[in-house]
């Protein structure tokens, strides 16, 4: 059987960084990272703006990033895991770039700091406009120089098995999981998981999440009896190029409104003012909400972002990707008004951990966007979630010696849950219930007048159809996969209820 000290779940920021940091202190331990794709298919690779760090203690500093913060979170942040997170940002930064990752600079020389919705002062660090990808890349590249790190692409994890000790403690001890090259359902020993399987905007008619972005690790956690929070909060981001039924769509940075876009409506009329004083450079939520709100008055399909007065060398020189990916629809952002809407874009809340990223079951870690840490609360500021990422691992990686060193493999014999059954992968199907549920969970979240009862019937009923797809003697990974979503949308449902939040 198959086993490892460590098994990390998702090829992110989040579980990358944390992989290597653990190989580096520990060559002894063996680390096998997992993911249901490509490796680089990731959030991650996808984050354009950067990553907010306060580097010039002239103009800014920890506390302005720290109010900053909380303000955007409504309340709901935990104000000692800001203190923590902000603080600590220099340092996971200095480490970043020391593994290889380039931000860039200005002609003196120093960091060419961004400015983003929330922020009082410039300061996200940023790769032109495609800083994900170039973080991705970087860590990719170490981890396969790495001894002690195996990276499994197209493994696609399942299960968490638990195991309930003498004293009634829970311990999470291995997986099931997909080996999608040999069509295979195998189990793997662990004496640590971690999981860094991102968000879940795909449960959403629009979002900017990639097609992986399903909520595994949520249902996968909440199944194994683990406590999720907040996920009543998804963020929208305001301003996804609209470009009809694509999904996901395409984001048009925050980095670009930073730099001095407009937000316009069919009238080519500025109206975010009406909303808050910082008109575009107000928070995603005030914004998105906003753009929502003028969309359904005006009973058109998006507003617009006008970047007609912005220098165009400087702008084409700050924002190569996003002028590059608009080129070839026929959009010049130097004439043509660019159409947008708000589109689902980040899960505030997820796995509830520790500030060393432990979930409430033994042996289970969370880090990264399916994480709950007491960053974000109602609304995440921007650029602030490869930061937590970073520290999260960070923290993770500091506490799981203690955890590793208090656990062996598990020596219970596990039964064949999935082994036994015929594997098919007909994708088809699913992609009509697929759309259906997003269908629900997007004018669910829309409402003013929620009707949860009746979402959770509805949700009942596409699981008895997604059932009804199978055989009893064969297993699916795309129903697996449908039936994770079908649980994440449920947790948001039950989270959402009026006592849960006034402002989902
Ligand atoms: C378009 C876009 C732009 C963004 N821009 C920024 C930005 O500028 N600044 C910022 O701070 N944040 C930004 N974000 C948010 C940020 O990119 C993400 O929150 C962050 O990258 C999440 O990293 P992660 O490690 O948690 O997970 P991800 O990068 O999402 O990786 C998740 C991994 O888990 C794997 N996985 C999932 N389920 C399973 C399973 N069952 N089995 C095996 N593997 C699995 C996936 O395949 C993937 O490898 C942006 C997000 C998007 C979508």
């Known amino acids: 059987m198959p086993k490892t000290d460590i098994l990390i779940v998702g090829s992110g920021i989040s579980g990358l960084f944390f992989a290597i940091k653990t190989a580096r202190k ?13 490796a680089s298919n990731t959030n991650t690779q996808l984050a354009q703006g950067g990553i907010a760090v306060v580097t010039n203690h002239l103009k800014d500093s920890f506390e302005q990033h720290i109010k900053d913060t909380l303000k955007s979170g409504a309340g709901l942040c935990d104000e000692e895991i800001v203190k923590m997170v902000i603080q600590q940002a220099p340092e996971r930064l200095e480490e970043l ?23 009082s002062q410039h300061r996200i660090l940023h790769h032109k406009d495609s800083s994900g990808l170039e973080i991705e890349k970087k860590l990719l590249s170490i981890i396969t120089q790495t001894a002690n790190i195996e990276l499994l692409e197209n493994h696609q994890v399942i299960e968490l098995n638990t195991e309930t000790t003498k ?5 999470c001890t291995g997986a099931f999981f997909y080996d999608k090259n040999n069509n295979a359902i195998k189990y793997i020993l662990t004496r640590a998981i971690v999981l860094s399987t991102g968000g879940c905007g795909q449960l959403f008619e629009n979002t900017t999440n990639p097609a992986i972005a399903t909520g595994d690790g949520i249902a996968m956690a909440a199944r194994a009896g683990v406590e999720i929070e907040d996920m009543q909060y998804m963020q929208f981001h305001p301003t ?3 470009s009809g039924n694509k999904n996901p769509l395409f984001l048009i940075s925050e980095a670009v409104r930073g730099f001095g876009a407009y937000i316009v409506n069919y009238e080519h009329k500025r109206f975010l003012f009406k909303y808050d004083l910082r008109g575009e450079l107000a928070t995603r939520d005030i914004v998105s909400r906003a753009i929502s709100i003028e969309m359904l008055e005006t009973q058109k399909k998006h507003v617009y972002l006008d970047c007609r007065h912005l220098d165009q060398a400087d702008f084409f020189k700050h924002f190569p990707s996003i002028s590059a990916h608009c080129n070839a629809i026929g959009l010049y952002p130097e004439k043509d008004l660019v159409p947008i809407v708000p589109a689902a874009h980040y899960q505030c809340g997820g796995i509830k951990v520790d500030r060393n990223g432990v979930t409430t079951i033994k042996n289970l870690y969370a880090i990264g966007e399916c994480a709950r840490t007491g960053l974000h609360g109602k609304n ?56 259906e549920l997003q269908k629900l969970i997007t004018s669910f979240y829309a409402s003013n007048d929620r009707d949860s009862h009746l979402a959770m019937l509805k949700i009942k009923m596409l ?8 055989d009893r003697n064969e297993i699916t990974i795309p129903f697996i996969e449908f039936s994770n979503m079908l649980t994440t949308a449920l947790i948001i449902i039950k989270q959402c209820q009026p006592e849960k939040t006034h402002s989902c």
């Open 26 to 38: 520990r060559p002894d331990l063996s680390i096998c990272i997992m993911t249901k794709e490509m």
């Open 97 to 119: 770039i020391e593994l290889g990752a380039s931000f860039d600079k200005n002609q003196e020389g120093q960091w060419d700091l961004g400015l983003e919705g929330g922020h």
């Open 167 to 171: 004293r009634n403690e829970v311990n």
């Open 240 to 242: 996804a190029l609209s």
């Open 380 to 435: 995440r500021l921007a650029s602030n979630s490869l930061l937590e990422a970073l520290v999260f691992a960070h923290q993770a990686s500091k506490n799981i010696d203690k955890t590793i060193a208090a656990f062996i493999f598990s020596s219970k014999i596990l039964l064949p849950k999935f082994s036994t059954v015929n594997i098919k992968n007909n994708y088809e199907p699913y992609l009509i219930l697929k759309k």
């Open 463 to 470: 699981k008895n159809e997604a059932e009804n797809l199978i």
